[in-house]
């Protein structure tokens, strides 16, 4: 049978209660992995949905793409699990993953071809902790050592986080005014879109510099350094204490999403990555 035009259900595999366990992991990392790239853009809608291109990047920063599972046999997928619909759900996503495995691995069974791509899509997965509050006062003090020069990649890389909150009052009470104007539903939606593209923007300028430092891919995959970047960005809240012992002078950040605190977190999680 030709694996592209599986119509299996996805991921509904029988066999030992080990194995089913191990694939209700594997339904959680995709449902991660799903929710967090269809945040990314400046579309808004109602529901997560995956554009072609996001699946594509998907598979590309998972490192899936080769001589058998080619990037036109990723892009054939995506149109049959979701035809004529420009947007991949999440129950598209899972049967295209399965899809996607089983032309990978035409050699094993589906249960086995699905837990063999896993290993791959892990990666986008980091452990449900707080990143802050499991750094020791060792760790700490070498952040705070090296504050300086952090501080200057930070401000390099991140120059829209860095805090701007005494300029542009005049600016910032027409913004405030336009934003009254708006109805509920529409400022709902701007406010979706802000934090996307500040969420895209802060992913990129960690890439960007781990790529320029060499790190990627020289110690960390790229679907690595997109985990670290999940990993520190999901804490939103930074501990005062932290921030007193890292010395953040930029705690009042014109964007929350990733202030000099993440930044200076990442290490860590990238050391304990590598």
């Known amino acids: 049978a030709d694996p592209e035009d599986s119509t299996a259900s996805p991921l509904e595999v029988p066999g030992q209660d080990e194995a089913r366990l191990t694939l209700a992991r594997v339904q959680e990392v995709l449902e991660s992995i ?5 945040s990314q853009g400046a579309a808004a809608l109602q529901e997560p949905r995956l554009t072609n291109a996001k699946f594509t990047r998907i598979v590309m920063d998972a490192a899936l793409v080769d001589e058998k599972l080619t990037a036109a046999k990723v892009d054939v997928t995506f149109s049959r699990v979701c035809g004529n619909n420009p947007y991949m759900s999440l129950a ?12 990978k ?46 501080q200057i990649l930070y401000e390099g890389y991140f120059p829209n986080f860095v805090g701007k909150t005494t ?14 104007a708006l109805t509920p539903m529409v400022a709902e939606r701007e406010s979706a879109k802000r934090a996307s593209r500040a969420q895209s923007e802060a992913q990129n300028g960690l890439v960007q510099f781990l790529t ?5 891919p020289e110690l960390l995959p790229k679907s690595g350094a997109f985990a670290v970047f999940r990993e520190v960005a999901k804490a939103s809240s930074v501990p005062p204490e932290v921030r007193r012992k890292i010395g953040d002078e930029h705690q009042q ?19 304990q990555k590598a």
Do not use: W
């Open 92 to 103: 598209n996503f899972r049967d295209a993953m399965v899809r996607l495995a089983a032309i």
């Open 253 to 271: 950040t014109a964007m929350k999403t990733f202030s000099y605190c993440h930044f200076a977190c990442s290490f860590p999680v990238m050391a």
């Open 212 to 216: 320029d430092f060499e790190v990627v």
């Open 34 to 38: 799903f929710q967090f790239y269809a």
């Open 167 to 180: 300029r542009g009052s005049g600016a910032s009470l027409s913004r405030a005014a336009d934003k009254a």
């Open 105 to 150: 691995y035409p050699q094993l069974g589906r249960t086995e071809a699905v837990l063999q791509i896993f290993q791959n899509l892990a990666t986008f997965q980091g452990q449900t902790k707080d990143v802050f509050s499991e750094l020791d006062d060792a760790v700490l003090n070498l952040l705070e050592i090296a504050r300086p020069s952090l």
